[in-house]
């Protein structure tokens, strides 16, 4: 039961750390070619401060399930889709954020993970249906090194460390507590350290098309995994990573066979904004299983009936250099670690505080993108 609690709070925390940082914005020409249009709109991205982002997450798992177990039968093929929006406003060292998460397919999961953990354990089926709940619909705000998220009607807060530690991920911030977070921001912003020439091949260009009313150019490339991985660790050891940098290059390898297929597709107006922007990524069943099975000692010649994996995301990008007055939520802020704790059978060691925000723009946790904008949760 912790392994289910450990995966589904890392995919919300890891989701919602990774839609704020692929937000590149900028300004260049019409006449640029598509990729000097790419090195310009990354060299400038360091002028837009605050904006919304409106992201949607595919995944799609396609074989015979059997072959993990009977029970699994039917679980394929898989889709499950995450869909939302977040404000981002990097005006300060300590970038804020806030925003929505809703989760289509969970029902299929967790009826497959009921299924195998047997009908007779009471308690596990009913934490399992907690957490389907909980998770189908979520907000959260990310202010002051603080996390605030909102799971069936209440706000739990908890900081990144401990909340890699509940999750499982804990080993992902290992040994990045001398890391410049400037230093990195401005070598990813620099097309000579993490350009199109760097991390791109085989770039062209689509066509023209509108996004949200504005005329944009389509570009599309294909992503340089290796030649990716490489030049972040390169950034991180100059920027005081090394130990991160050199667990990096260690898993570059297997990463790589990992993914057979990468592309992304940016379409850029003629300032040069980047108003969206999507990432396409083939994944290999067997390569998955073989590092798995490496890493754990375990036997995933089960995963054989596995035949594919694809996951895609969206990005749309909107509302550049506006108000985004993010604040604490208002009312009961409950521990995180109490309410998995609590899911888990464990004790509580606080019954949560009472805690008021300091800015009227955010009502029960749902954010405002502008002065002007609307609080409903479906403005994202």
């Known amino acids: 039961m912790k392994k289910v609690v450990a995966l589904a709070l890392g995919a919300v925390l890891l989701a919602a750390l990774l839609f704020s940082m692929l937000a590149v914005v900028g300004c260049g020409g019409s006449s640029d070619t598509p990729a000097q249009l790419i090195d310009k709109s990354i060299q400038k991205s360091k002028d837009t401060k ?67 953990e047997g009908s007779a354990d009471a308690q596990t089926a009913l934490g399992i249906s907690m957490i389907g709940s ?6 959260f705000v990310m ?76 570009l599309k490339a294909n992503l340089d995994l290796d030649k990716t991985m490489t030049e972040m660790a390169s950034i991180l050891r100059d920027c005081g990573g090394a130990e991160s940098a050199g667990g990096l290059e260690s898993g570059k390898s297997e990463l790589s066979k990992m993914v057979k297929s990468k592309s992304i597709e940016m379409w850029i107006d003629k300032d040069g904004n980047l108003l969206q922007v999507k990432v396409d990524l083939e994944l290999d069943p067997a390569a998955i299983s073989e590092t798995a099975g490496g890493l754990s000692g375990a036997d995933t010649s089960a995963a054989s009936g596995l035949e594919s994996i694809a996951l895609s995301m969206k990005l749309t990008i909107s509302d550049l250099n506006k108000d985004m007055n993010i604040s604490k939520p208002e009312g009961n802020i409950l521990k995180l670690e109490d309410l998995f704790g609590s899911i888990l059978g464990g004790s509580s060691s606080s019954s949560g505080t009472s805690t008021t925000g300091t800015s009227t723009s955010t009502t029960g946790g749902t954010s405002t993108r502008s002065s002007t904008s609307s609080q409903n949760t479906s403005s994202y």
Request: hydrophobic share 35%; aromatic share 6%.
């Open 143 to 218: 202010l002051d090194e603080k996390m605030y998220i909102k799971m069936g009607g209440s706000w739990y807060e908890t900081d990144a460390s401990s909340a890699g530690d509940a999750a499982g991920v804990g080993g992902l911030t290992s040994g990045t507590s001398n890391i410049d977070q400037n230093c990195i921001q401005n070598a990813v912003q620099d097309p000579n350290k993490f350009g199109s020439g760097k991390i791109m091949t085989d770039i062209q260009e689509v066509g023209e098309e509108k996004i949200n009313g504005t005329d944009t150019r389509h």
């Open 50 to 116: 605050t904006m919304h982002i409106a992201y949607d997450v595919k995944l799609n798992i396609d074989g015979d399930a059997s072959a993990l177990g009977p029970e699994m039968q039917g679980l394929l093929p898989f889709n499950m889709g995450i869909s939302g929006g977040m404000d981002v406003d990097d005006r300060s060292d300590k970038a804020k954020a806030q925003g929505n998460i809703k989760f289509d397919g969970l029902d299929q999961i967790f009826q497959g993970i009921a299924g195998a």
């Open 134 to 139: 909980m998770l189908s619909d979520m907000q």
